[in-house]
């Protein structure tokens, strides 16, 4: 089974003890609040989405477009290096090992450095040996020719871009012209040429791409990156990736990437972006909507508050003016003007008040009269009491009296019927006699005055108890006594009571060898239940109802004395006081009582 959380189930009592001044406003608040919520996430959502789909269709563009921009800028370089490769001068003098047009070949190749940037031109042989050059440079001494053109030394391509390579600051590249005759490679024509980009075009490039876009260019397989400038390290390498979006980390910041080899060349551009810039228009989007939702907020609590005041004010006025009328004012009106609901309610309000005025007064009326009846009818009973106690007692005492003198004067001339008439007329006195005090005492308890106090119900019982065991010293009674809590009662009342139950207790248990009678309390629901047990002869409970009425007897004269009005007496006390009576019995097994106070 399913425990209920005591903070939830708190948090919904105080929130139920709250006035609808409160409860409204807030309640309004957490719909509002909800609904902006989920409006604003969704949009977030999808503005992120559709921000997040356009950087990328953004970044693949851009790197496409510069990936053209180069393969259109080499096209005149390769179709110039081309030509100059197939020079018959170029030819002839490869195939003579350089003995024929020398200076044809020279010429040519100083023609070909265009500007500074141009700082060499190479003619090599079939063997990739150095047959002529412009000038001297070292920055290819050290590089192969399988690392500058692809495929060596089988390719014949008329003309490729190679691989960017550095050397100090400076990033260099080749352009590369095969030189065949008669569709047999005989050497190669490399024009070297430094890479430079001024300042004024690098931050023409970072304006045409925008806030935190970078644009990088390197080698197809990844062995270098520059931004131009410098080389740059730590961006992933990705050989083969063309036309692609990829996602890296540089400095535990994520990127987003788009690469496309640059064709006719080794090169491919990679333009980056940083993650969080590319999902800036959603965060400033969230932004705005936080704002206008906690203005909308405010605006709806505000209002929220204006509309529950002006309901709850005059359902304030009513509940004062009910209040009123609770405690006796009856010319208690409320009026609202007003065309609503609550006018509707304040009308009928001040119909059902003045209803309860003229209905008050009628009972009023109504119970002065009664209380005259009632109080004449009381007169009559102290008078019939009276006369109970005084007028039939007399006679009383001298039919006893008569019987027992004759019983003890002229015992000796009675035969055994005689004498047997004289003990049943003093035993039948006796009984009339405590049945008259029995029904005065239940008369008077009605009209006694409660004295409400703290009665120490533990020394009170074992009173009780000490009285009653001293009236009946011929059974030997076992007590079992448990603690008894104090009880705020009428400290007379409650002793009858305890005198009552005990002595039932004693008297049908007296049958038994061994009567044993408990006496306790327990705790139920926050209340204190005291109760008196026994082992008698019990009662069979489908006859319960009868216990407690006036002369109702479950048992006959002469096997267990009494007058039927004990129980009736328990009762009407313990009702008096607020209380609850219960009597449980099974035939043979006994019975128990007991009774509580609210």
Request: glycine share 6%; charged share 20%.
């Amino acid at each position: 089974m399913k425990t209920i959380d005591p903070a939830y189930t708190a948090s919904v009592h105080l929130l139920k003890r709250q006035s609808i001044q409160r409860k409204l406003p807030f309640l309004i608040f957490i719909l509002l609040l909800v609904m902006m919520l989920a409006f604003g996430w969704l949009s977030y959502i999808g503005i992120r989405n559709t921000a997040e789909k356009a950087a990328k269709e953004r970044l693949l563009i851009l790197a496409q477009q510069l990936a053209g921009m180069y393969t259109q800028s080499a096209v005149p370089v390769l179709n110039s290096t081309r030509a100059a490769a197939a020079n018959p001068a170029v030819k002839s003098f490869l195939l003579s090992a350089g003995k024929d047009s020398a200076v044809e070949v020279d010429q040519l190749l100083q023609k070909l450095k265009l500007d500074s940037t141009w700082i060499n031109v190479q003619l090599l042989n079939a063997n990739g040996q150095e047959a002529a050059a412009s000038n001297l440079s070292d920055v290819y001494d050290s590089l192969e020719l399988s690392s500058i053109i692809p495929g060596y030394p089988t390719a014949a391509d008329t003309g490729v871009v190679s691989r960017i390579y550095i050397k100090g600051e400076a990033f260099y590249y080749a352009i590369c012209g095969a030189v065949t005759d008669k569709g047999k490679l005989i050497g190669y024509l490399l024009r070297w040429r430094k890479m430079y980009n001024s300042k004024e075009n690098i931050e023409r490039v970072s304006q045409l791409l925008g806030k935190q876009v970078v644009l990088y260019v390197g080698n197809a397989d990844g062995s270098l990156w520059s931004d131009l400038r410098t080389a740059v390290d730590g961006l992933p390498a990705t050989p083969g990736v063309d036309k692609a979006l990829i996602t890296y980390k540089r400095n535990s910041r994520p990127y987003l990437a788009a690469q496309t080899l640059v064709h006719n060349t080794q090169w491919k551009v990679m333009v980056t972006m940083p993650e969080a810039n590319m999902l800036q228009p959603a965060k400033e989007f969230l932004k705005i909507a936080i704002s206008s939702a906690l203005l909308l907020l405010i605006i709806g609590i505000v209002l929220t508050w204006l509309l529950s005041r002006s309901i709850t004010k005059p359902l304030d006025k009513l509940a004062i003016a009910a209040r009123r009328i609770a405690k006796g004012d009856f010319s208690q009106t409320v009026e609202l003007k007003r065309a609503d609901e609550l006018g509707v309610l304040s009308h009928a309000f001040n119909v059902m008040a003045k209803e309860v005025n003229d209905t008050q007064k009628n009972l009023e009326a109504i119970v002065a009269k009664r209380t005259t009846q009632l109080e004449q009818a009381n007169k009559e009973l102290e008078a019939f009491s009276y006369s109970v106690s005084h007028d039939l007692r007399a006679p009383l005492r001298a039919v006893s009296g008569y019987a027992t003198m004759l019983r003890e004067d002229h015992g000796t001339t009675l035969n055994e019927d005689g004498k047997r008439i004289a003990d049943a007329i003093v035993t039948n006195a006796r009984m009339m006699g405590q049945l008259i005090d029995d029904l005065i005492s239940f008369s008077r308890i009605s009209k006694k005055e409660t004295e409400v106090q703290e009665v120490n119900m533990q020394q009170l019982v074992e009173q009780v108890v000490a009285e009653l065991k001293a009236q009946r010293p011929e059974k030997n009674y076992r007590f079992i006594m448990h603690a008894l809590p104090v009880c705020k009662t009428d400290q007379l009342l409650i002793k009858q009571v305890w005198l009552n139950l005990v002595d039932n207790a004693m008297k049908y248990s007296s049958l038994q060898d061994q009567p044993v009678i408990e006496i306790g309390a327990t705790h139920t629901n926050g209340k204190v239940e005291y109760y008196v047990k026994d082992n008698g002869v019990g009662f069979d409970m489908k006859y319960s109802d009868k216990l407690f009425g006036v002369f109702q007897r479950l048992h006959r004269q002469d096997e267990f004395e009494g007058t039927g009005i004990g129980l009736a007496l328990v009762k009407r006390i313990v009702d008096r006081q607020n209380g609850s009576l219960r009597a449980e019995g099974k035939v043979g097994e006994g019975a128990v009582f007991a009774f509580s106070f609210s």
